[in-house]
């Protein structure tokens, strides 16, 4: 919106500032890059000796294997997660009890959508606040391995991303164990796991 705001002047300059702009030296384009001296004398001391880094298979292996310890020992964040959605959703079925009975008379289409609403929130945020508050801890870990080349980017959140997974799809299943029969739902029960499901992969992915 800033940018939108500014005058074409402006734009103008930032833009030919941009072109023009140069590297100062290579450690602004490589991220693993080191003096030449210094990488001279570390060839000196490991006599020629070279690591070579994992294929991205076993990154992703090893990296899998690594977040799903993590994942069972902190049994205080499991709890948490599955025990919110469950508390979160019964809260949310009494509220909106039998809304999504058409046979009733009273039946409000506004308040089916409402309930359905309700617990699409609650499982979009079920699945992204616990990586949310992962990741800020677990960046100077990241950035150290990383810049000594132990694994890349792309295995390290590919192993997240496949770990979720299974946490996510299990929070979906007890939440509508939880909301369906209470609030009256229409439909495949799995029909709503899985799109509660890709709702919060999405969710999490961001």
Request: hydrophobic share 45%; charged share 15%; net charge neutral.
């Amino acid at each position: 919106f800033l940018m939108q705001s500014l005058p074409k002047s402006r734009l103008a300059v930032l833009q030919d500032a941009w072109r023009n702009r140069v590297a100062s030296s290579d450690a602004d384009r490589k991220p693993h890059w080191v003096p030449e001296e210094l990488a001279t004398s570390a060839d000196a001391l490991a006599w020629g000796v070279k690591r070579d880094q994992a294929g991205i298979v076993r990154q992703f292996y090893e990296l899998g294997c690594r977040e799903l310890r993590n994942t069972l020992r902190d049994t205080a964040t499991l709890g948490a997660r599955f025990g919110g959605a469950i508390g979160l959703n019964l809260l949310f079925s009494l509220i909106f009890f039998q809304v999504g009975d058409a046979t009733r008379k009273d039946y409000d289409m506004y308040s089916h959508f409402g309930g359905l609403a309700n617990i699409a929130i609650s499982g979009m945020f079920g699945s992204a606040m616990p990586l949310l508050q992962t990741f800020p801890s677990e960046r100077p870990q990241f950035v150290r391995e990383y810049a000594n080349g132990t694994y890349g980017a792309m295995a390290y959140f590919w192993s997240k991303l496949v770990t979720e997974m299974p946490l996510s799809l299990a929070a979906a299943i007890l939440t509508f164990l939880v909301s369906y029969w209470l609030q009256g739902m229409q439909g495949e029960f799995m029909l709503h796991v899985l799109t509660m499901w890709l709702v919060g992969m999405a969710a999490a992915s961001t």
